[in-house]
């Protein structure tokens, strides 16, 4: 298991669409295992592997307050959305920033979990918030796209200030 490095926007990789998974093979599930331990680690909530640079359509999540519920989503899709709700939501690689954004308050998702077989589950508030954000991130779009021109000005700046100073 090893910790992976986590893009930081306005890093162009992060606008890469990610392609699908064919088969569940051993690189997968180890590409799985890091991704979760580099979430658990950050600490955050949700981690697409375009962030770590792999641009393939996998996620992990967890927003279970023991931090042990692992939910792993390959391919996601959502089938159904209903209603809206506005949460303040952070990104690991736009680390210190918090806005709110609208999102659908209800999902209908079906994906492929790590054993190859595929669910499909519903979801709200938290955890439908996440799995939306994160499927962005598949999408190559990140939270502050969803932004105001000023603020996502603001963000970028901020964050290219961050970069330029050493660590």
């Keep these: ?5 986590i893009l930081r926007y306005p890093d162009p990789r992060l606008y890469k ?25 950050a600490p ?4 697409a592997a375009t962030q770590v640079d792999v641009h393939r359509q996998i996620i992990v999540i967890d927003t279970s307050e023991a931090r042990d519920t692992l939910l792993v ?7 159904a959305r209903e209603g809206s709700q506005y ?6 690689s736009v680390p210190g920033v918090y806005e709110a954004v609208e999102r659908a308050e209800w999902i209908h998702v079906r994906a492929m ?6 669910v499909e589950f519903e979801a709200e508030t938290l955890q439908a918030v996440c799995i939306q954000h994160e499927m962005d991130h598949l999408q190559g779009k990140v939270f502050v796209d969803l932004l105001s021109r000023l603020k996502q000005n603001r963000i970028r700046a901020k964050m290219q200030k961050q970069l330029r100073q050493p660590a």
Excluded: F
């Design 1 to 5: 298991m090893a910790l992976l490095p």
């Design 17 to 41: 669409k990610a392609s699908r998974v064919a088969e569940i093979t051993e690189d997968i599930r180890a590409l799985v295992h890091d991704m979760a331990e580099t979430m658990y680690a």
């Design 44 to 47: 955050g909530v949700g981690l």
């Design 73 to 79: 989503l390959i391919n996601p899709e959502i089938l």
């Design 87 to 92: 949460c303040e939501e952070g990104c690991l």
């Design 113 to 118: 979990g790590l054993d190859g077989k595929l």
